[in-house]
């Protein structure tokens, strides 16, 4: 969710999905319900065409391709009604992009000829995040809109500064462990500096809520570590022990088979995990929001979401990467299917409501929105 009510938030919590809010249209109405209407067969066409461009051009079409991605997503997620769409320039995209990949390189060349000047690369890459973090998450808020107004991003890159200078020397000082507090920081920066037209966001967790997810996520890992650790040693002996070994060595079939049973066990266990984690940070952060007397419900589970991606990547793990539209789709389906907004007075009253402020206090944009670095 990148537009209007769902997309200032959407940026805060995950990543790259796109979802909306959906069905429910009169003034009366308060509870609307997420909608996402698009299908892996039409995005397919749209991916296969930005795949091949991209390849052609090495590259070059991606911004482009990106453009037309987000379009297709925005433009099927629904609120009572109405759809999300997206303004982009692709050109923008191209700069920020370009800046990006110098960026990447230079790390990859300095750390392989000059350790020295790797730290060194590596210390101004850490000064410019902040700026490239505000300056993305503005492209992105400022180039969205939903019936017609647009969203804004009211964080400055002092800000942004200041918050990374002293939760990030918290965070290093303390060896990790107030990483949940740098965590919690960062999304109240951008979701409580976004807005849909003169209307602010406002999230209200807490640092006991953040380490409460990052504490539950630690003792779910351990757990999950030993019972697929148990079930993986249990399968290894179902399948080996009755093997002899030849010359009392193991045939190298077995190591090809231990190797792909831990691999598949590692790969397991980190979608267990990052579902858990990503469920209940989303739920958290959605629950604890507002948009003006406009509340958020998010119902996401960690299992639901875990056979979906593990079913998604063994389609497109099959498929060598053609199922990935329909799993991209998928995704989005359900992220939509868990997300209510209550509107106390409907939204249209909500919008109307906005779209005066708006007209009242014009809609400049006070500062250069010209570059994006989200990829």
């Avoid at 960026?103 to 890459?125: D, T």
């Avoid at 740098?182 to 807005?195: C, H, M, S, T």
């Avoid at 006991?208 to 040693?233: L, P």
């Avoid at 002899?244 to 980190?270: E, H, N, T």
Wanted: contains cysteine; proline residues 2%; hydrophobic residues 50%.
């Amino acid at each position: 969710m990148k537009a209007t009510a769902t997309g200032l938030i959407c940026a805060a919590c995950s990543d790259s999905t796109q979802f909306g809010i959906g069905a429910g249209t009169g003034a009366v109405a308060s509870t609307y319900q997420c909608e996402f209407t698009g299908s892996g067969g039409e995005y397919f066409r749209i991916w296969i065409v930005n795949l091949l461009l991209s390849i052609i051009t090495l590259g070059i079409y991606s911004p482009w391709a990106k453009v037309r991605k987000n379009r297709y997503f925005y433009r099927n997620t629904r609120v009572a009604g109405s759809s999300f769409d997206y303004h982009g320039n692709p050109g923008a995209i191209l700069k920020g992009r370009i800046i990006a990949v110098l960026l990447i390189a230079a790390l990859s060349l300095s750390k392989q000829f000059n350790p020295k000047l790797y730290v060194v690369v590596l210390l101004l890459v850490s000064l410019i995040l902040p700026w490239m973090i505000t300056r993305a998450f503005s492209f992105r808020l400022h180039n969205s809109s939903w019936r017609g107004i647009r969203m804004r991003f009211h964080g400055t890159v002092t800000g942004a500064y200041l918050m990374f200078l002293l939760y990030g020397f918290l965070t290093l000082i303390t060896l990790g462990i107030c990483f949940p507090l740098l965590y919690r920081q960062l999304r109240l920066f951008l979701v409580n500096n976004a807005a849909f037209g003169t209307t602010r966001s406002e999230l209200t967790i807490s640092s006991g809520d953040v380490f409460g997810v990052f504490i539950k996520t630690i003792f779910m890992s351990i757990g999950v570590g030993i019972v697929i650790s148990i079930a993986m040693g249990f399968l290894m002996n179902l399948l080996f022990g009755s093997l002899s070994l030849k010359a009392g060595r193991p045939s190298q079939a077995m190591f090809v088979w231990i190797g792909i049973i831990a691999i598949a066990a590692y790969l397991l266990y980190r979608v267990i995990v990052q579902s858990f984690f990503r469920t209940r940070m989303t739920n958290l952060v959605w629950d604890h929001t507002r948009l003006g007397t406009i509340r958020f419900e998010s119902h996401q589970r960690a299992r639901d979401l875990a056979s979906i991606i593990a079913s998604n990547a063994l389609l497109t793990f099959i498929t060598l990467g053609f199922y990935w539209p329909w799993a991209r789709v998928q995704l989005s389906k359900y992220y939509a299917d868990t997300l209510l907004v209550y509107a106390p007075d409907g939204l249209n009253s909500f919008v109307a409501d906005v779209e005066s402020a708006v007209a009242a206090a014009g809609d400049e944009i006070t500062e250069a929105l010209d570059v994006d670095f989200g990829f």
